[in-house]
């Protein structure tokens, strides 16, 4: 059972840019199933979001092993992918995450930390 989760998010398109935005949205998903169909990841979510006036447009849920996906992180494949998406919209970003028992452990921590500090 997945235990950690990276979130990749981004906005805009760059004006003029949106076939290749297409293309790159494209090559993320089969790049993502081929993680999943590997065992690498459990699963990943696209989500894209309604036109809100904000900065964040959409964003990929991978779940996995914390081990797994900070390999992933560091896999060139995955770098390359990432500076493509730079190239063609604004503001994307990978975040780490905790889920699972991750999250548990976190909430934990901060239980641990609110009670020493009151």
């Known amino acids: 059972m997945a235990n950690a989760a990276l979130f990749v998010g981004w906005g805009q398109t760059v004006r003029g ?9 494209n090559d993320s998903q089969v790049y993502y199933a081929r993680l999943q169909q590997e065992g690498k990841i459990e699963s990943f979510e696209t989500i894209i979001l309604q ?6 447009a959409g964003f990929v849920l991978l779940r ?4 797994t996906l900070d390999q992933i992180i560091s896999s060139t494949e995955f770098q390359t992918l990432t500076v493509r998406a730079n190239m063609i919209a ?3 970003g990978v975040i780490s995450a905790a889920i699972g028992s991750e999250l548990a452990d976190g909430l934990g921590r901060f239980l641990q930390a609110a ?3 009151g």
Not at 51 to 56: A, Q, T, Y
Not at 64 to 67: M, T
């Open 17 to 25: 840019r949106e076939t290749k935005a297409l293309q790159v949205f």
């Open 51 to 56: 036109p809100h006036g904000g900065d964040l």
């Open 64 to 67: 996995g092993e914390r081990a």
């Open 90 to 92: 604004d503001n994307v």
């Open 115 to 117: 009670t020493e500090l």
